[in-house]
């Protein structure tokens, strides 16, 4: 009976399935029989009936096949995928590209949709992604865009499917070839011929409408090198993995001259920066392994930035992007040495850190280095003022600080030499700094009795050296701390000193005020 049933719907299947191919056939063979020089009203007709008559004819028999057949599915997909492929290449040896083309997108279409019906999972993943190259490739030697167009929206169901079904599971799986490795491999490799098609068609300016689909493709390979990266590299390598990444992919768009990549490694290299502000890696390192780590981290944000200073981007976007990682990358820097470092030595790095930025900004004439070296001698300010001067307990740091305060006065001389509008200020900046913090040393280090007498001492070094070097601002300087200087001796050293120090007060700045004012005096006649 059961046999007897089964027969009877295999009858009913190959009945309706005999109707519905007839009248697919009916609706097809025109498509076949028109010629280039037909009507084009007709060949319209045409291209809409075959695509309704495609839409219904697969609904049905599919319909019809998953009742009966159900196994038989694929095989059907499949089979009518490349008779529509045959179509389309009768179609072109006609000349009715219009229909032939209509013919290829449903075959392939086909043969794509096929897939998951035989395979799944990464499968079909990776039977896609080896697809899609081909598909791109056909588009281009057919030169149509419409097939180059279906490609865009295969790529985007694979970058849908691949990547949030693969990031699914951050699992570290070692550099082994696991089959999700492999996959990944393959997407790399697909997507990136797939970019360097375009990139071709693109530089011979052949495309027409299509030249962002380049960096789409060069953006969705390095995707999915990122997520390889990520997938292989244990947890503890993955801020030096990704710092490394970040170096190459700029220096591959640097020798294939593609902005995309290069955009993509300040992508990556944020990724970076968060990593070492969190202090991510803290749990896997010791204090001086993790210091190192960070140290060749950041190194790379300062070659990428010095290496995108010696070329000539043409989107300015690009400079703006980079000055923004410097920037990034100097303050990530202080970060670090401040949570890595001993206290004792977070001052003085953060010192050298600023006076080698504004050497070497003096030296290649970077403006922007130039204020950002400026900008870190802000927060070594702040930190002399308020931290520093309490930590006293031996000579070595009080020279420490006394080194400090000298690098002020030298980024002072350094910023001076060529400093002109805008940079007067800064040169300015740093000298007032300088000459603050000493003045601010002097009171709250010395005694009480020497005060007077330090500043006044301090006073008449920065005239001597303001007509040495014949610097008015030094001079304008010293004059400010003498006249503290006066201030200090009439209305606190009157009253409050024993007589002896008041003696030695008085006749030692009366000594230094008449060296000054000869000095001074001498000068403007030489002047004159």
Known sequence: MLSQTMSVSELKFWINSAFLSLYWVTFSIPGLLIKKDGIKNGQNLILTSNLFNFGFYLLLSLSQIDRVFPNYKFHFILSLGLIYLLFAYINNLRRVRNISLLNTCLGLALLTISVPFKTSGYNTTLIWTIELPLIVLVGFLSNKRAIRIFGLILAAVLLNKSLFKIADSWIFAGASLTFDNIVLLVSIACFGIAYGMYKYYRDKKLLNGEGYLAPFYAIASTMYLVLFVWKISPDAGLTLSFASLALALYFLGFFIREDTYQFVSLIVLIFVFFRVLFNIDERYFSDLGLFFVHLIAISVFFIIYFLQRTLKSKYKFTDYAWNSLMILGAFVFMFMLFTDLPSDFISLSWGTLAIIALITAVTLKDNFLRIIASILFLPL????????????????????????????????????????????????????????????????????????????????????????????????????????????????????????????????????????????????????
């Open 381 to 528: 300010f702040i930190r002399l003022v308020f931290v520093e001067e309490t930590f006293f307990s031996n000579s070595l740091q009080f020279v420490t600080y006394l080194v400090l305060i000298g690098l002020f006065f030298a980024a002072y001389l350094l910023s001076n030499t060529s400093a002109s509008g805008s940079k007067k200020i800064e040169s300015l900046s740093f000298l007032i700094s300088g000459s603050f913090l000493l003045t601010f040393i002097t009171w709250r280090q010395m005694p009480y009795e020497w005060i007077t007498l330090s500043w006044g001492t301090e006073g008449a070094v920065l005239f001597l050296l303001g007509f040495v070097s014949k610097d008015r601002l030094c001079r304008y300087a010293g004059f400010s701390i003498f006249s503290i200087t006066l201030l200090r001796l009439f209305l606190v050293e009157l009253s409050g000193l024993e007589t002896v120090y008041k003696v030695i007060s008085f006749v030692v700045l009366g000594i230094l005020f008449l060296v000054v004012s000869f000095i001074y005096n001498k000068y403007s006649l030489t002047k004159k």
